[in-house]
């Protein structure tokens, strides 16, 4: 296990240092092509004012000496080269503000080169050429010349010192010139070069004398001892968390069946004793190597910054949690003020929600009355009055949402409306056509409807179905645009306040009395449940057939929903009143030979000494008889 945790902290080490490196080689790749870009331009325009300044100061040398060597009593000629001397002096003073307007608009656009010191940190940076040296090679130099510095035994700080030259201030040590600062270097640091160069020989100075004491024997067996403690108390809090994790690991292991007894979703197991402990084990070792991790990140800056050479690695490790961890909180914080605008209508809508919310349930249950708005219109128009003070709200909102302009969130927003539309052509006609047929008032829930050949009760009505229960207990979809597209019969809207009429038909005869056959069907609807007594049944003649009369019986009911028992039992009751009066129920067929047959007009119709005529028989040649 040891030889594990050390081979783990050894290639975090080295992927955590070989990040850095690619990293910094970027970043210097980047910032060298857009100095290069840059100070092309600016060295350019420079060259040109520099050349102005080298005549006009070769000008200012001679009419200086042409002053010194005139007479005191020339005194015209005098003012003239004074005057001459003036406009130089002015000159050189517009060419300094136009060198240092210059320099401010690059200011924000270039990265200067870094000198760095021992430890690769940087100590100041040179922005202007010098000479044939680019500002690169000026920085590089520099940097090589303080090392060499660096590298002598008895180098002394004092020894450093600032010399003018004609047109620069040189820092020397001894006699080797450690760098030389020109007007340039000079108004890109907003100072004179005689307060830069002081500035940057106590740099160096300081950068030396720190790196003698860093780099000293006692120096560096402190600096050793004090990264093997850091290891080893590393190495111990790894040691004493395994420890501790595989403490909580049997702690977990005993609690099975004690207080780990599974997860149960009303009667559903969805985790028993067993996965759970193992579900537990397994966020145990995550835990425990996220901690272990967590430890070892937060030692590595510790022992890099114990030495001066590996101090910037420190710097990069934590600025990968460190810089994340600011953007976050920056962003976080620089949102806030849309936070709190979407806070507060999220708030303003809520309570016109509950406003409209309010209203529904008032309408509903009939407190508040609206000419022409029915109570049962109340759910169905909230949820409409809903969806678009929601989708208002979206749209108020969306501005203020984070990422809201980034052409990725419109890519995706759009994408979306399209698949939406598209992928929901069909549903939308179907919500289309639900919206219509609640306002359209056809039928309400248990009513009892015939949509197309389907009959039953209506179970559910939502914006894309309506469900209907049929007489033998199925369940049967129906797509609101279908519903719309075909005819509809409600039988139950009604029936309450007018009732619903029921009939059945019964041919019968022409031998039957109608008043006969009116009568049983009469006393057969008055025998039958649920067929009410007012209004009174009555009988309809609806046909004269060639061979019987359709007789119709109708009758009112309040129960829309039990007709097939109503009309089973009415289809009885037609049978036993029918028998019970001796009507036989039949549809004859008569043929066209009438000799011998009783006349089918009703026995009351006839006269009292009718009687059937008898056959009329013939007989021919051959005693053979045929009836006529």
């Not at 020109?182 to 790196?211: F, G, V």
């Not at 029936?495 to 041919?507: C, D, N, Y």
Request: proline share 3%; charged share 25%.
């Amino acid at each position: 296990m040891n030889k594990l945790y050390r081979l783990f902290i050894t290639i975090i080490a080295f992927t955590i240092t070989q990040c850095a490196f690619a990293q910094k080689d970027s970043i210097a790749q980047v910032n060298d092509s857009v100095n290069a870009a840059n100070l092309e331009a600016f060295n350019t325009k420079i060259a040109i004012i520099e050349q102005q300044r080298l005549k006009d100061s070769v000008k200012k040398a001679e009419l200086e000496q042409q002053i010194q060597s005139l007479k005191t009593t020339d005194n015209l000629k005098k003012e003239e080269l004074q005057k001459e001397l003036e406009e130089l002096e002015s000159r050189e003073t517009k060419r300094l503000a136009a060198k240092k307007e210059q320099i401010d608009k690059l200011r924000s656009k270039i990265k200067g080169n870094p000198v760095t010191g021992f430890f690769k940190d940087t100590l100041f940076y040179i922005y202007s050429k010098q000479g044939s040296f680019s500002a690169s090679e000026r920085a590089q130099a520099v940097t090589r010349r303080i090392e060499e510095l660096g590298g002598r035994i008895l180098f002394q700080p004092d020894s450093l010192q600032v010399v003018s030259a004609e047109s620069t201030s040189d820092v020397v040590y001894h006699d080797r010139i450690i760098i030389s600062l020109s007007e340039n270097d000079a108004i890109w640091n907003n100072t004179s070069k005689e307060e830069l160069a002081d500035s940057y020989k106590t740099i160096i100075a300081n950068e030396i004398t720190t790196y003698k004491n860093e780099t000293s024997f006692k120096t560096l067996i402190k600096e050793i001892a004090l990264a093997l403690l850091v290891i080893g108390v590393l190495v111990l809090l790894i040691y004493l968390s395994g420890k501790l994790f595989g403490w909580t690991a049997d702690k977990i292991k005993q609690q099975k069946d004690k207080r780990i007894h599974g997860i149960k979703i009303k009667t559903y197991e969805l985790f028993d004793a067993d996965r759970q402990v193992n579900l537990l084990l397994l966020v145990n070792r995550l835990i425990k190597w996220l901690f272990i991790f967590l430890l070892i990140y937060i030692a590595l800056p510790v022992l890099f910054g114990i030495f001066p050479w590996t101090q910037n690695f420190a710097e990069t490790l934590f600025s990968y949690i460190l810089t994340p961890v600011k953007k976050v909180a920056f962003g976080v914080w620089d949102y806030m003020p849309n936070l709190i605008t979407i806070i507060v209508l999220i708030i303003i809508f809520r309570y016109i929600l509950r406003f409209a919310r309010f209203l529904k349930n008032e309408i509903a249950r009939g407190n508040l009355h609206i000419d022409g708005f029915y109570p049962d219109w109340a759910n169905p128009t909230y949820q409409i009055i809903r969806v678009l003070i929601l989708a208002f709200l979206l749209i108020v909102i969306f501005p203020y949402l984070p990422g809201s302009d980034s052409e990725v969130f419109k890519g995706v927003s759009v994408f979306l409306g399209f698949l939406f539309t598209f992928g929901s052509m069909g549903s939308l006609s179907n919500i289309i056509a639900g919206i219509v047929l609640t306002y359209m008032r056809l039928f309400k829930i248990n009513d009892r409807v015939k949509i197309g050949e389907v009959v039953g009760d209506v179970i559910e009505k939502s914006l894309l179905v309506t469900r209907i229960r049929t007489i033998k207990n199925e369940i049967i979809s129906i797509p609101n645009s279908t519903v719309m597209s075909s005819h509809t019969i409600n039988y139950s809207s009604d029936t309450i306040s007018k009732g619903l009429i029921l009939h059945t038909t019964v041919t019968i005869g022409y031998d039957v009395p109608w008043k006969d056959i009116q009568q049983a069907l009469l006393d057969a609807a008055d025998r039958t449940e649920h067929l009410l007594k007012e209004p009174v049944p009555f009988v309809l003649q609806t046909s004269l057939e060639d061979f019987y009369v359709a007789y119709q019986i109708n009758a009112y009911t309040k129960e829309a929903n039990k007709q097939a028992a109503i009309y089973s039992e009415l289809h009885k009751n037609i049978q036993d009143c029918c028998n019970e009066k001796g009507i036989e129920i039949l549809s004859p067929h008569y043929r066209a030979a009438r000799d011998g047959n009783m006349t089918t007009i009703p026995q009351n119709y006839l006269d009292k000494d009718y009687e059937a005529p008898s056959f009329y028989v013939k007989m021919n040649k051959d005693n053979q008889t045929k009836p006529e």
